[in-house]
Every structure is written in C-alpha cells, then in structure tokens.
C-alpha cells in the first residue's frame, strides 16, 4: 500500500531544520508494509499545503500532514488541509476547556488564536496530545485516511506511537507483514557483493535483498513476505546460510545497529580479554571508537598515540634502527609497534596503525598506503597492507583504516 | 526563484537513513534567495522518479535529483531523469577510462555495469566527482536547470560546492545578492545566544542573522542584501563587532568550515608551539581531531590514551596518591595528567581529559562531569570542571569535552 508524507515547514524548506519526523514514520509504516513512496516537503504556505493534499490523494491511499498546527498566523496546515478535502474544521470543546484551563495555571496569556489548537477536520475525529497543546486529526474517508499531526519531534513521535500506529494496525494490520535481518559486510565492494549475493539467492522466492553503503560497512537487509514467526525465521536462517557461504570472510554481525567495535568489544568481553592501540595515522581513532563502546573499560586501559617517528620510538619502545631501515609505514615497524604496545599494557591484544592519510605522500607513498599490525600474546605478529583509494580523503582513509584494523582483531578472535 | 529537490532512495523512503543531503542543499539555496519550495523523496523506482520529474519540470526553475547513481540495478535515477527531460545519456570516456584504470590498480574486479558511473545527461554537462566514482550532470535547457548528484553525503556535499554553487552562483547570482558572513560560538545557550544577538544588532536594517546548532559549535549567520562587496563588508564588520562586543569570551572563528580544531593547529603552527594530550573519558577523541587537520603532524608528535587509572600511573606517570586521595574525576589528577604528558613529549602544551561519559555514574560522580586539565611550559597548570547534561548521552558529552578543551588552548593562546 502506498502512502504519502507531507511535512510542512518554512524551516524545513529552508535546510534550517533537518526532518526528523519522516524517517520515523516511514520506518514504522514500513513494519506494516506500507511504503512512504512519496514524501513531500512544503513551505508554511496555505496554497501549496493544499495542492499537495490534492496530488496525495489523488496517487496514495494514506496521507500523513505534519507540522504547522502552531497557534501563529503562519500555521496554516489544518485550514488548507481541509480546503483540499472540501470539509471544514471542527472545534474540541473539552480540550478548549483544557487549554484555557492550563494557560490560567501556568499565568500565560491566551491568545485568540489558541483555539486554533483545539481543532480537527470535520467528519474525522481528534487525536489526542499528551505532549503539546494542537491536537492531531483521523480523517477516513471514501477509502481513504489522512491524518493531520503537529511537528515538534516530541509530540509528533508521541501521538505516532500511542494514537496512530494502533488505528493503522486496526485498519491496515491485515496486510502483508515484512520480516527482516540485516547483515553487516566489510571489505567487498557493493557492486560485487550484490552481485554474488542476487547469484547466491536466486532459488528463494517471496525474498528481496537490498543493501546500503555505510561509512564503516556495507548493511544488506533481507526482507520476507507474510509468513508465520516461526517460518519467516526458517527461511531468514536459509538465505543467511547461502549469503554465508560465499561471503563469510566479510560478514562481522547481523542487526541494524551492529558495528564491528560493538562486536569485537563484546567478544573481547567474553573472553576476558584486552586490548590496546597504537596509533599513527589514526591519532587516536582506534581507541576513542572503542571508547564509544559503554563498558570498553572491561577490555582496555589505554594505549598510545604516535605520530612522529620519534614518539614511536620514545613511547612505545620501537627501534630506531628498524623505522630507518623499513621506513614509518612499513611492515616492520606495525609489528613492532603492535608488539610493544601490546607489552607495555600487558594486554593479549595490541593493534598498530602506521599509513599514508594524505593528502600528500610520505616515504614517496601515496596516500591510502596503510600497515596494520597485530599482535596476540602467544602468537606472532600478523601485519597486513590497505591501499585505499587516496580520491576518498584523508577522514574516510582514517575510518576505514580503523575499520579494517577491528576486523583483523575480529578474525583472530575466530 | 522556485527550486525543488527530488531524493531517491527507497532507504530514505523506509525511513531507514534520514536525508541529510536535502537541508544542506536547501540552506545552501537559501544564500542565493533560492527557495527549495518543493521537497520530494521517491523510491528508487524509475516511474517514480520520470513522473517525479516531470512534475517538478512543470513547477520549478531549478530542479535537483539526487541519489541512486550507483552501478546495481536498482540505481535508476540517470535513465529515469533523462527519460522525463526526454533526452539521453552519454558516456564521458575520459571518466570511464579513470574507473577503469582505477579498478585495475586497486586489483577489483570490473564489472560492465560500473560504466554506468560514467554517465550523464545528453545535451548537458558532466560533472566531476573528486571524492567517488559517479559523474553528476548539469543540464540547462529551455530556461531551467536540472541537477542530478550522487546520494552518498561525502559526495554530494563535495559536488555540491565546488561544482554546482559556482555554476548558480554564475547564472542566478544577478537576482538579490546576499552575502554572509558565519561567526561560530561554544559555551553558550542558542536561545540565549540569540536572544543577546538580537538586542545588540536591532538597530541595524537590511540585515538578518540566524543560528545553527551543530554538535561542536554554534554558527551564526549574518546576511545582508543587495550591497556592493565594499559596502557589504563594511556593514558585515559593523554587525560582527556589535556581537563580539557581548559574545567575544564564546566567539572562537569566522568561517562555515571552521572549526575550533582547525583555528587552534593553525595557532599553534603560526607560533611554532606543539600540543599533546592525556585522555581518560574522551579514549583519544581529542589526538584523532587533532590528527583530522591536514598538516597536524607540525604540532603534535604523539600522546597517550589512558583509560584505566593504572595507566595513568604506567604511561603518563601520575603519581598513585593522587589518584587515591582525590580520585580519578578530580582537578589534582586532571592537573598531572596534563603537566606530566607535556613533559614526556616535551611539548609547549599538555591537555588532559578525565571525567563519567556514562551512562553509569563513577566514584559518585554523575554521568556528564569532566575534569579539564592544561599544562602550559613555563605557566601555572589550569583545570576546569564542566558539568555536561547527562541526558544528551554518551557520545555528545566526549564530544563536547573535546571542544572545551580546544576552547581552554584557544583562550590559552590569546
């Protein structure tokens, strides 16, 4: 089923404020399978509000107006939305009552237009605020329902919640129900990821696959059609299994909200476990994006930042003689650096950063040259060699260098 | 003048990414009195997008498509536009050579639909993308103007303003002219902030100011109008100064790309001085911003991550009583932390951060307190105790220690 969000707001229009309201309600429209396929966003302008009610309801089924229920004179939504629907505006004594009642206790004055607030679309019925003064409206009609909610995010996500998601459930619930996971990739470029994922999935039916490059992974979310729990389970098990088989190396995690330094953290965790970094290029990112992770302090105590060649050598203890004979970025000295890092803090894990963030070449190498090293105890040290592509800049060779790094640390951890 | 912006996406149209790319483009309109009047996210749906299209071609001058320019078969927006404008799409060979060679040096393999990246409208321009791989096309024709631009926000951003605003401002530019100016502010409530701002420009005409928050900083905008570039800057500098005039102690730079990281590595390289840091709660956050600014590497050698507080003792060398008495959240601990890391790098400045990033509380302490520590060669140690909103979570208050700290150097300097 189709739906269309109208969100209303000079401010929006302006790039002033960013929408937050759309994506929420498309989100949650989108657990009922019904699909935000238009969203529109319009100027606090009574002319425009009403031509784009005309349009939606010409081409969606459902029609959400959002914002611009202020008492100003630049609040325009409800009147114009009515207009477009050929009806009038009703009057809510009891939450007039309301309003005058409250603005007496709080020793605001009222203001004419406040009554404003207290109205919704004739023929529909309010929909109640328990966060603000302007009430919502449900407008069903001829097939159709529009509802009309105020803009402040606090108000709108709580009268979505507690009045509009229920009587959409009611109404639509009998629709198709999707069922979803996402998967989290690093290290394969998306076009051929997909490519082998559609290869790999070609025998399921009633199963769509999408993906969305991320900064720091590459997320693909399978969706299947109206099953039960227990079987849309089943089927989500078995095109997992065959994404897995050919693009196991780059898997780290499954859900929305799932980031390798969330993952490495929580195996690190479960095997009491610690950590520490030492950072060139990376000044820090490493440690700080562990950091971000609550409870980090269960898996590391601290670490080093070395930018210079020197700081390398008087911090962690790296021989001169190895940085001047193999260079900062070089194999060599990300294991050593790894190795006495990892030493120092007495950790079992000891994660070196040593590359080129550009934009200029170091050591006559281009920017996106990167040597990670990883040290365990007990075991030797592993580096490996990035060469990101220096067109994408020196943040994004940093993040990705942090990224690639969890990874390598993900992968000794079996 | 009248612009739309049509998103493509069906991730923005599941709510599943929320459109950053689309207020930034509209405030960007904004300072040319281009008004982004129609806002419309479609899926990634090529009748969609032609009808789309269509209808922005029939009701604005300036029309903006942006997003699914990918080379998977579900990134449509090229064919899907050029269809609506009734045209075709041709091939920048130069570009596709580049991606070509590209692939071939970074051993990935090429895939046939990647030519697709090198594409844009017939009859139009090509325009270069320095951070990604699709071209973006401007094509002018019959009096308006249709952009189509990658969806990744590195991307668009970069596209959008060294190749898009020069081309408007060169067509457009002789409507109103507005220029700006954009003062950026911390440690201080917006609503007071302006509030302040507004009693002392009143009596100033032809001129708006307006605020943006933004996680580090707030920016301040002054516009004014329709003036010749001396007088402009003659009115601009008479408003600045009538701001700073109340807001100096929270003014730090002028500039929409500035930030307080940026104007403190240039301090410090102006006066040929070098900073380090010890960072407890901020777990390097702090060195990583540093190491953000291209060039970092002429003040700043390497510093230390200590999280644990026997690492402070281990690596920094801050004595165990200290810690003991006063704890790890104190003045006394802030204050060594940074005295004893400047003199192991022997630097001019040492910055210590130590403090409860939450959400649980610490040594009795609430989520949101920081201890700032700055040790200066030859100077009395500093500190000072910030009491972060806990509510504003986790990431916000590491953040936000990171840049009064920068605040503490950048008063430091003078």
């Known amino acids: 089923m189709d739906a269309e969000i109208i969100s209303v707001g000079t401010e929006l229009a302006l790039g002033q404020v960013t929408n937050t309201n759309a994506p929420l309600l498309a989100q949650q429209l989108a657990t009922l399978d019904i699909t935000a396929s238009y969203q529109v966003t319009v100027l606090d302008d009574g002319r425009q509000i009403e031509a784009a009610v005309e349009t939606a309801w010409h081409r969606a089924d459902l029609i959400f107006v959002c914002g611009g229920l202020g008492p100003t004179t630049d609040d325009v939504t409800l009147k114009s939305t009515a207009r477009a629907l050929q009806t009038t505006l009703a009057t809510d004594q009891a939450h007039w009552a309301w309003i005058q009642q409250t603005f007496r206790q709080r020793q605001i004055d009222l203001l004419a237009e406040n009554i404003q607030q207290a109205r919704y679309l004739t023929g529909g019925q309010p929909l109640a605020n328990p966060v603000g003064l302007a009430l919502g409206s449900w407008y069903d009609h001829g097939g159709k329902v529009v509802v009309v909610l105020p803009g402040p995010p606090a108000e709108f996500k709580t009268m979505l919640m507690r ?18 996971r996402t998967l989290n990739f690093l290290g394969r470029p998306e076009s051929q990821l997909m490519d082998e994922i559609e290869a790999a999935t070609k025998q399921f039916t009633n199963v769509t696959v999408t993906s969305y490059v ?114 900062v970025v070089s194999s060599p000295t990300a294991a050593q650096m790894a190795e006495k890092s990892r030493q120092q803090l007495n950790a079992d894990f000891g994660l070196a950063f040593t590359g080129v963030a550009g934009p200029e070449a170091l050591e006559g190498q281009p920017a996106g040259t990167v040597w990670l090293g990883l040290a365990q105890k007990g075991q030797p040290v592993q580096t490996k060699e990035l060469h990101l592509a220096p067109y994408i800049g020196r943040q994004a060779i940093r993040n990705l260098s942090v990224q690639y790094g969890l990874q390598m640390v993900y992968q000794a951890l079996g």
Chains 1, 2 share one sequence.
């Open 163 to 180: 009045s509009v998601l229920p009587r959409l459930v009611a109404k639509y619930g009998q629709g198709r129900r999707i069922t979803s």
């Open 214 to 327: 991320q900064p720091s992974q590459i997320q693909v979310r399978i969706n299947v059609y109206d099953l039960s729990k227990a079987m849309a389970k089943q089927l989500l098990d078995a095109v997992t299994a065959a994404i897995l088989t050919v693009e196991r190396p780059f898997y780290f995690g499954t859900g929305d909200q799932c980031t390798l330094a969330q993952v490495v953290v929580d195996q690190l965790k479960r095997r009491q476990q610690t950590i520490t970094g030492a950072e060139s290029l990376t000044g820090g990112l490493f440690q700080s994006t562990i950091c971000s992770i609550p409870g980090a302090s269960n898996v590391f105590a601290g670490g080093f930042v070395t930018y210079a060649a020197w700081a390398k050598e008087k911090l962690i203890g790296v021989d001169k003689q190895v940085v001047d004979q193999y260079g």
